[in-house]
């Protein structure tokens, strides 16, 4: 990709591991992992259940450090941080959207979206309108913003988490099977939206099991056993809002 | 605005359980309560007793037998009844700072006139006893000098009494039979109220000590001789001089304890004060385990909260909240239950201290800085019990409580 060669990219592994020391036999869960993703890209990483793709997406996303190996995200090594200063670098450049969705109940939706203002520690956002009602109309959900979650579908409370995730303005938004949870449809959705906010440049990478949706990405990693197997662009990415359009006429 | 936001998350959140939040609050409330209803009471007490010191009379004395300089106890029956007329008569005598002296005579006994008859307190007197207790008349005339000395059988009756046996008519000039002796009643003091203890200063007959002695006696023993001082700046000198004088009339040897106990109005304010510190004591160690069981109660809701919140707290980390973001926010969500704790328990504190000066007729003060110490200790306590369940939410691993059911 051209854009890659032209600015640094958002995320560098190199050599990255991290041993499970579960009392006397240690769980080499990541087994040195290079992987470097250029800003603007939406990659898919794939995998056997075990092979590490969670692990991966926690180091991703600077809830858990490498037990050997760097990381520099947006240019800021990240070994070596305290938690303080990971909770920081979470809070201003990661989004992050879960296959449970994970969205506090009882809770309307513009208040979960509001969620990271009240931890954003750069006065980036006061004294200045809530960027929260932009971010549900973002999502497609302006008209949802005072529903609380057992009050919205699968999809719909996806979305709130989309909206969530980007409302700060991040560099990065890691989705950890964020259609697991979803049937095909709203699945297609979801990757619809996905697409939509990585073409205004919002870097994503997500982890799936399913190979279609894996193939709404420019590029897919695929692990195994903590290492990368396979690591290649996708020849011609699926575009959803496409085929929503052309499952709307064959219904 | 961030603060504002965390008092928001903390009151929705008690919200959500109301029966909870208010059962674990009870320890607090209580507790609250407790110190409310103790300080009112012993400020009430405080008050009553130094309007009843006034009461006494300016500049008062008291001598009383039996020695309290040594430990506190006197020394027995033989030594017991050692205050004699001829010792009031002498300090009247020889005293130079005094300007009165009277000896009080305590009985006990049966009045039977106007519509029926009464149990009452008897005091045989000298006419100086209404100067030293500073206490007017409401009708008639205080006895005579030469009332005492003609042993004359007068009385005149505590407002109490004549209320009790003349109901609607004024007494003076009535006759009286105080324990089957005719007495004329001369006149009616005016009312006193009640001692620091409870007791009815008005419920008594007043008659001249020599006609006490003369009429009631073997039931009548000389409990103290009182006495007023010219100026209050001469108590401390006329407490010397009467010390001089009775233990030259008791012929005590130098070096010799004193066989009687000269009290002022301090040291009387500072006996009626110990029975209601006794109270507060008792008061202040039920407030103390309430709030200590409240504190624990509060610790053990604020746990169980941190336990059922897991993941809401692994998705606050997730999106950017530090360690000290979840402490800031459990924390105060265990000082707002506690102060809100804290000011019911003041609201029911100051309705049981109304309700008990209904009740008993006690003094209850209210001060407000009462009320402001209340707060603030029960935020104490929110923050000391509320303390641990919050350091345990900070420190929780964001992957694992992300991944709690
Ligand atoms: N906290 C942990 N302690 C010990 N071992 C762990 C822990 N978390 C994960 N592992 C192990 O690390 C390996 C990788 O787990 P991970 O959750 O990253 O897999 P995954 O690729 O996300 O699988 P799935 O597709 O099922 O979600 C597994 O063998 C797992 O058992
Ligand atoms: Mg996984």
């Known amino acids: 990709m051209n854009v890659a060669t032209t600015t640094p990219p958002v995320i560098r592994l190199e050599g990255v591991t991290r041993v499970y020391s579960a009392g006397s036999n240690a769980v080499r869960a990541l087994d040195g992992i290079d992987l470097a993703v250029a800003r603007g890209e939406l990659i898919a990483i794939m995998g056997a259940s075990g092979s590490g793709k969670s692990t991966l997406m926690n180091i991703l996303g600077c809830l858990d450090t490498p037990t050997a190996g760097r990381y520099e995200l947006d240019g800021v090594p990240v070994n070596g941080l305290s938690r303080d200063e990971l909770a920081d670098l979470r809070s201003q450049k990661i989004g992050f959207v879960f296959q449970g969705f994970n969205l506090l109940a009882r809770t309307t939706a513009l208040e979960n979206v509001e969620l990271p203002l009240l931890y954003d520690r750069t006065g980036r956002f006061a004294g200045r309108a809530s960027p929260a009602p932009e971010a549900l109309r973002r999502v497609g959900l302006a008209a949802r913003m005072h529903h609380v979650p057992s009050e919205l579908s699968g999809g719909q409370q996806q979305r709130v988490a989309i909206a969530r995730a980007i409302v700060t303005g991040p560099s990065l938004i890691l989705a950890d099977e964020p259609t697991g949870n979803l049937d095909s449809h709203t699945s297609i959705e979801i990757m619809a939206l996905f697409q939509e906010l990585n073409a205004q440049g919002i870097t994503i990478v997500l982890v799936t099991h399913e190979p279609d949706i894996a193939q709404h990405a420019h590029r897919v990693v695929e692990m195994r056993d903590g290492r990368v197997l396979r690591d290649e662009p996708v020849a011609a990415p699926r575009d959803a809002r496409r085929e929503l359009a052309s499952l709307g006429a064959a219904a | ?405």
């Open chain 2, 1 to 405: 605005m961030r603060k504002r936001a965390l008092f928001g998350i903390a009151t929705r959140s008690i919200l959500r359980n109301k029966l909870r939040t208010l059962l674990t609050m009870l320890g607090i409330v209580i507790g609250v309560a407790a110190v409310i209803v103790m300080v009112a009471l012993g400020q009430g007490a405080q008050a009553m007793i130094e309007k009843q010191i006034k009461g006494l009379g300016t500049n008062m004395l008291m001598i009383m037998a039996g020695s309290t300089s040594q430990g506190g106890v006197s020394q027995g029956a033989a030594t017991f009844n050692r205050l004699t007329i001829p010792d009031a008569e002498k300090l009247a005598r020889e005293s130079t700072l005094l300007s009165a002296v009277s000896p009080v005579i305590f009985s006990r006994g049966q009045l039977i006139g106007g519509i029926g008859n009464w149990r009452t307190m008897i005091m045989g007197v000298a006419p100086s006893y209404q100067a030293i207790r500073d206490w007017p008349m409401q009708s008639g005339n205080f006895f005579t000098d030469a009332d005492l000395r003609s042993v004359r059988r007068v009385v005149v009756l505590g407002s109490t009494v004549a209320k009790a046996l003349f109901p609607d008519e004024d007494p003076v000039g009535q006759q009286l039979q105080l324990r089957n002796v005719p007495f004329t009643i001369i006149g009616v003091l005016a009312p006193k109220g009640q001692t620091a203890g409870g007791n009815d200063q008005d419920d008594t007959v007043i008659i001249p000590y020599t006609t006490a002695q003369a009429h009631l006696a073997g039931h009548s023993r000389i409990g103290q001789i009182i006495a007023s001082t010219f100026s209050p700046s001469d108590l401390p000198a006329a407490q010397q001089e009467i010390r001089q004088i009775m233990r030259d009339a008791h012929k005590i040897a130098p070096g010799d304890d004193d066989d009687f106990t000269i009290r002022n109005q301090d040291d009387i304010a500072a006996a009626a004060s110990g029975s209601t510190r006794v109270m507060s004591l008792l008061l202040a160690a039920i407030a103390s385990i309430s709030l200590v069981v409240g504190g624990i109660g509060i610790m053990n809701i604020m746990l169980v909260s941190v336990t059922e919140r897991t993941r809401e707290i692994g998705i606050r980390m997730a999106i950017g909240a530090r360690g000290g973001d979840v402490l800031a926010q459990f924390l105060v969500e265990s000082v707002v239950i506690s102060v809100a704790g804290g000011l019911i328990g003041i609201v029911l504190g100051y309705l049981a201290g109304f309700a008990l000066a209904r009740a008993t007729g006690w003094a209850v003060a209210m001060p407000p800085d009462a009320a402001v110490i209340a707060v603030l200790f029960s935020a104490a306590v929110g923050v000391f019990f509320g303390f641990y369940p919050a350091r345990k939410a900070a420190a929780l691993d964001p992957i694992q409580a992300l991944r709690h059911e």
